[in-house]
């Protein structure tokens, strides 16, 4: 280590010397030969001065002065008209060489000029290098200007512009190749057309197929630039760096590929909107939104910024820095305009119809959170991985309060009309297949609804263990939150119908209300996977509920029916044995006919939708009644026979009583004069 620091002192004690004593060019090139072959440690001094001579110095920094001029567009037509890297390749080849030579002489001129200024502050002689140093970084500032011009050139021409919908089926699909079209190239369909197929065949002629690879997460990373053209903007790059002009370099790479990334999210569906704007849409606009967010950010981080740092490793690498800063800086606006949409949606109002798209909102980015804590994994990137993670805990937040909207509907639903025939309440359908759909996302519900954390209110979930303490006991031990949640939630719905059955006058149409709707949420629960959930208990205890209103309700609307056909009141003495009193078993049959008609007035107008339903509980009303009418007819129809207008007193055969059963529970009135004679439905 000394002997060096002995030979840098004697080289530099030489330099002096030479400069002191040389007053001719020939003078100090004679010198510098003589030094050199007197000791061969002083051959290198001509590097160290950086030229052998000030005529060299000249001629050097003139012969590449001339080929960069040449391509200086404030001075050359030809030069603003035309782009080097679209010429010949020797033609850029050529201009590299000279950049780097000035970078040379720029650079050798600076360590003279500082040597000049410490060793040798008074001396004027005839050496000009700071003249020298002045017109090579004038020179180098001219071919950095243009180096900066065509790096922007090749980026914006050389860019590939992707198909959303190709991309949508790489994620969803096993495809091997990807076809792109240049930046050049007109507009490729919108990803909204992807379900339908518009845009097919009606292709570029110079889109390209370029190979997509997948790296070691499984993502998919594509070419975003021409392969061909990368070593290109890796030379330029390195001259840029080389030459401290990183910071222009990383502003025309950003803001170029930075461009091209927001047309890429344009093309997938999103939008530059304001929190505010989001906030104040309409649902059904917010909700295809939505729908497009959650394609577009799949798409975004598994296949674009995975890109986009692929390709930044590949001009950059081994260059500092720059890498990571043009990276962030290209994809920090993207990734920020997906995640405060999904903040916008976070914040907004809870509203039950909201929580299946904030749940598919959530799934995404819950599946995409650790590619993009690897994406953006530099230590500039710390703000965006926490804004991404608080936008996920924010996200499951608003599905919790969502959820618990849902059941604060039900409890508010206080609507005093009844419906119509004692038909299935739109709430019933409301609620059961809301629940339905919640079974695509039992995975995600079980994550944010944990016990521990979630506590039912104890209101929500006593009609459930109340109803269930004969079969269970009250053990709900093994039960999952989620179950407990649900089960809560059907409680909750019948509770809110029992009410809503008190609104009909008719206590027969009540029960025959609850009969309806009770037996569509089982319907419901065994044709899906609530069974599972819920249980064969549930559905046996459910299904008897609905056994015991359609008891209920019979006895309720036949009861008045099937008592006139009871022998009380027709024998003079009020025994069997005694006289039938004519006039009382005519006020009988008049009073069966009355009844029977008002019943059929009704009850045709009421509405069983359940086709099996319907027709177990006509059979079981004609079960009961038609037996009890043909024996009433066997016992009493002989002491009407030759009475006159005994029509009016026996109107109807059991046959005819058994034609109007079958006009029942249809939903629109029936005629006595007209009935629809059915044998079945």
């Given at each position: 280590?000394?002997?060096?620091?002995?030979?840098?002192?004697?080289?530099?004690?030489?330099?002096?010397?030479?400069?002191?004593?040389?007053?001719?060019?020939?003078?100090?090139?004679?010198?510098?030969?003589?030094?050199?072959?007197?000791?061969?440690?002083?051959?290198?001094?001509?590097?160290?001065?950086?030229?052998?001579?000030?005529?060299?110095?000249?001629?050097?920094?003139?012969?590449?002065?001339?080929?960069?001029?040449?391509?200086?567009?404030?001075?050359?037509?030809?030069?603003?008209?035309?782009?080097?890297?679209?010429?010949?390749?020797?033609?850029?080849?050529?201009?590299?060489?000279?950049?780097?030579?000035?970078?040379?002489?720029?650079?050798?001129?600076?360590?003279?000029?500082?040597?000049?200024?410490?060793?040798?502050?008074?001396?004027?002689?005839?050496?000009?290098?700071?003249?020298?140093?002045?017109?090579?970084?004038?020179?180098?500032?001219?071919?950095?200007?243009?180096?900066?011009?065509?790096?922007?050139?090749?980026?914006?021409?050389?860019?590939?512009?992707?198909?959303?919908?190709?991309?949508?089926?790489?994620?969803?699909?096993?495809?091997?190749?990807?076809?792109?079209?240049?930046?050049?190239?007109?507009?490729?369909?919108d990803v909204a057309s992807i379900s339908s197929g518009e845009g097919e065949g009606d292709r570029d002629e110079d889109a390209q197929n370029l190979l997509v690879n997948t790296d070691n997460s499984g993502d998919l990373i594509i070419d975003l630039i021409r392969p061909e053209v990368i070593p290109d903007l890796k030379d330029i790059a390195e001259r840029m760096v080389a030459s401290k002009y990183e910071r222009e370099c990383c502003q025309v790479y950003s803001t170029v590929r930075r461009e091209i990334l927001d047309e890429g999210l344009r093309r997938l569906g999103i939008e530059k909107l304001s929190i505010e704007e989001i906030q104040k849409m309409d649902w059904e606009t917010l909700e295809g939104k939505i729908k497009k967010w959650n394609q577009a950010i799949k798409i975004a981080v598994q296949v674009l910024l995975g890109s986009e740092k692929r390709l930044?490793?590949?001009?950059?690498?081994?260059?500092?820095?720059?890498?990571?800063?043009?990276?962030?800086?290209?994809?920090?606006?993207?990734?920020?305009?997906?995640?405060?949409?999904?903040?916008?949606?976070?914040?907004?109002?809870?509203?039950?119809?909201?929580?299946?798209?904030?749940?598919?909102?959530?799934?995404?980015?819950?599946?995409?959170?650790?590619?993009?804590?690897?994406?953006?994994?530099?230590?500039?990137?710390?703000?965006?991985?926490?804004?991404?993670?608080?936008?996920?805990?924010?996200?499951?937040?608003?599905?919790?309060?969502?959820?618990?909207?849902?059941?604060?509907?039900?409890?508010?639903?206080?609507?005093?009309?009844?419906?119509?025939?004692?038909?299935?309440?739109?709430?019933?359908?409301?609620?059961?297949?809301?629940?339905?759909?919640?079974?695509?996302?039992?995975?995600?519900?079980?994550?944010?609804?944990?016990?521990?954390?979630?506590?039912?209110?104890?209101?929500?979930?006593?009609?459930?263990?109340?109803?269930?303490?004969?079969?269970?006991?009250?053990?709900?031990?093994?039960?999952?939150?989620?179950?407990?949640?649900?089960?809560?939630?059907?409680?909750?719905?019948?509770?809110?119908?029992?009410?809503?059955?008190?609104?009909?006058?008719?206590?027969?149409?009540?029960?025959?209300?609850?009969?309806?709707?009770?037996?569509?949420?089982?319907?419901?629960?065994?044709?899906?996977?609530?069974?599972?959930?819920?249980?064969?208990?549930?559905?046996?205890?459910?299904?008897?509920?609905?056994?015991?209103?359609?008891?209920?309700?019979?006895?309720?609307?036949?009861?008045?029916?099937?008592?006139?056909?009871?022998?009380?009141?027709?024998?003079?003495?009020?025994?069997?044995?005694?006289?039938?009193?004519?006039?009382?078993?005519?006020?009988?049959?008049?009073?069966?006919?009355?009844?029977?008609?008002?019943?059929?007035?009704?009850?045709?107008?009421?509405?069983?939708?359940?086709?099996?339903?319907?027709?177990?509980?006509?059979?079981?009303?004609?079960?009961?009644?038609?037996?009890?009418?043909?024996?009433?007819?066997?016992?009493?129809?002989?002491?009407?026979?030759?009475?006159?207008?005994?029509?009016?007193?026996?109107?109807?055969?059991?046959?005819?009583?058994?034609?109007?059963?079958?006009?029942?529970?249809?939903?629109?009135?029936?005629?006595?004069?007209?009935?629809?004679?059915?044998?079945?439905?």
């Amino acid at each position: 280590m000394a002997a060096i620091e002995g030979d840098e002192r004697v080289i530099a004690t030489a330099q002096q010397i030479v400069r002191s004593l040389a007053t001719t060019e020939t003078m100090h090139k004679d010198m510098l030969r003589i030094l050199s072959n007197f000791d061969n440690r002083f051959s290198s001094m001509t590097e160290r001065l950086g030229i052998d001579t000030v005529s060299d110095i000249e001629d050097r920094l003139a012969s590449a002065e001339e080929v960069v001029l040449r391509w200086d567009g404030n001075s050359s037509e030809v030069a603003r008209d035309s782009m080097i890297w679209e010429g010949p390749p020797d033609e850029a080849a050529s201009y590299l060489q000279a950049v780097d030579e000035v970078q040379r002489l720029t650079e050798s001129l600076e360590s003279i000029s500082l040597t000049e200024n410490h060793n040798d502050k008074s001396n004027n002689n005839d050496f000009h290098g700071s003249e020298l140093l002045d017109r090579a970084q004038n020179v180098l500032q001219i071919a950095m200007a243009r180096l900066e011009e065509e790096f922007h050139n090749i980026l914006v021409q050389q860019g590939e512009i992707f198909e959303p919908e190709r991309l949508y089926q790489m994620i969803h699909g096993p495809v091997s190749r990807v076809s792109f079209c240049s930046s050049r190239h007109e507009d490729m369909p919108d990803v909204a057309s992807i379900s339908s197929g518009e845009g097919e065949g009606d292709r570029d002629e110079d889109a390209q197929n370029l190979l997509v690879n997948t790296d070691n997460s499984g993502d998919l990373i594509i070419d975003l630039i021409r392969p061909e053209v990368i070593p290109d903007l890796k030379d330029i790059a390195e001259r840029m760096v080389a030459s401290k002009y990183e910071r222009e370099c990383c502003q025309v790479y950003s803001t170029v590929r930075r461009e091209i990334l927001d047309e890429g999210l344009r093309r997938l569906g999103i939008e530059k909107l304001s929190i505010e704007e989001i906030q104040k849409m309409d649902w059904e606009t917010l909700e295809g939104k939505i729908k497009k967010w959650n394609q577009a950010i799949k798409i975004a981080v598994q296949v674009l910024l995975g890109s986009e740092k692929r390709l930044c490793v590949q001009i950059f690498e081994q260059l500092g820095s720059i890498q990571d800063t043009c990276f962030v800086e290209t994809a920090k606006v993207a990734i920020m305009q997906l995640l405060n949409f999904a903040e916008a949606i976070a914040i907004s109002r809870r509203s039950p119809e909201r929580l299946f798209r904030i749940l598919d909102m959530y799934e995404s980015l819950s599946d995409l959170l650790l590619a993009i804590k690897a994406i953006f994994s530099d230590e500039s990137c710390a703000c965006i991985r926490a804004e991404a993670d608080g936008i996920l805990t924010r996200l499951g937040e608003a599905a919790k309060g969502t959820f618990v909207e849902f059941e604060n509907a039900i409890q508010r639903d206080t609507s005093k009309t009844p419906i119509p025939g004692g038909a299935i309440h739109p709430l019933t359908r409301y609620v059961m297949n809301y629940i339905k759909f919640i079974f695509d996302y039992t995975d995600i519900l079980k994550q944010l609804i944990d016990e521990k954390k979630e506590a039912i209110p104890r209101q929500l979930f006593d009609g459930f263990i109340e109803f269930a303490e004969e079969d269970r006991q009250g053990d709900h031990s093994n039960t999952s939150p989620l179950a407990r949640r649900l089960l809560s939630i059907t409680s909750l719905l019948e509770s809110n119908l029992e009410g809503k059955s008190k609104l009909y006058k008719d206590i027969a149409l009540s029960h025959l209300f609850m009969m309806n709707n009770i037996r569509y949420i089982v319907q419901k629960v065994r044709g899906s996977e609530l069974r599972t959930l819920l249980g064969d208990d549930w559905i046996r205890r459910h299904s008897g509920q609905v056994r015991q209103y359609a008891t209920n309700y019979q006895r309720s609307a036949w009861r008045k029916v099937l008592s006139c056909l009871r022998d009380e009141g027709i024998y003079i003495g009020g025994s069997s044995s005694s006289k039938v009193s004519k006039e009382a078993l005519k006020d009988r049959f008049k009073s069966f006919n009355a009844v029977f008609e008002e019943v059929y007035r009704n009850q045709t107008a009421w509405f069983v939708p359940d086709p099996q339903l319907r027709v177990e509980l006509r059979i079981s009303i004609e079960e009961k009644l038609l037996p009890a009418y043909r024996a009433f007819l066997g016992r009493f129809r002989m002491y009407l026979e030759g009475v006159r207008h005994a029509e009016r007193y026996i109107k109807y055969t059991p046959e005819d009583l058994e034609n109007f059963i079958m006009d029942l529970f249809e939903g629109s009135p029936g005629s006595m004069h007209n009935p629809r004679r059915r044998t079945g439905s």
